[in-house]
């Protein structure tokens, strides 16, 4: 194995590209509000868009949530492509930081249904994006420079 320098398309993100209200309506919230984020694969794309990577996806869909991410998905046309924010050493586990907004405000409770257990020092506790929060220097970083690949 060998270091991934930052800055490297390390996987494009595969699945089916489909609307958020197909995906809406292929994984539903539950009646009692309670959503299962662990039996869905979706990534959005754009504002329209959500990849779903129950149908044709790869691995990319495994790449867990972390708090300190080394990796996050960019987006480039009609593709996503998992992208190093940092050098990664080899063997070091790949995670991005899922960032999930929902447009209810994140109560505690909301937060529960959310658990995040990556581990890092600055664990959240939860894969919600705190709301108003900026994003990661690193993040930010590599979203100008991919902007402008």
Request: aromatic share 6%; hydrophobic share 35%.
């Amino acid at each position: 194995m060998k270091p991934i320098a930052a800055g490297t398309r390390i996987i494009e993100y595969t699945g089916e590209l489909i609307s958020h209200a197909e995906g809406e309506r292929r994984y539903p919230t539950a009646p009692d509000g309670h959503e299962e984020p662990e039996h869905t694969y979706l990534l959005q794309l754009d504002e329209d868009r959500v990849i779903d990577a129950n149908v044709g996806g790869n691995d990319a869909r495994l790449i867990n949530h972390a708090c300190a991410p080394n990796c996050e998905p960019m987006p480039a046309g009609d593709h996503m492509w998992i992208v190093s924010l940092r050098a990664i050493a080899p063997g070091e586990e790949l995670g991005y930081d899922y960032a999930i907004e929902l447009d209810d405000p994140h109560t505690a409770a909301r937060k529960r249904r959310f658990p995040c257990q990556c581990g890092a020092r600055a664990c959240r506790g939860t894969l919600l994006r705190p709301k108003r929060a900026p994003l990661d220097p690193l993040v930010r970083a590599a979203r100008r420079r991919w902007a402008l690949a």
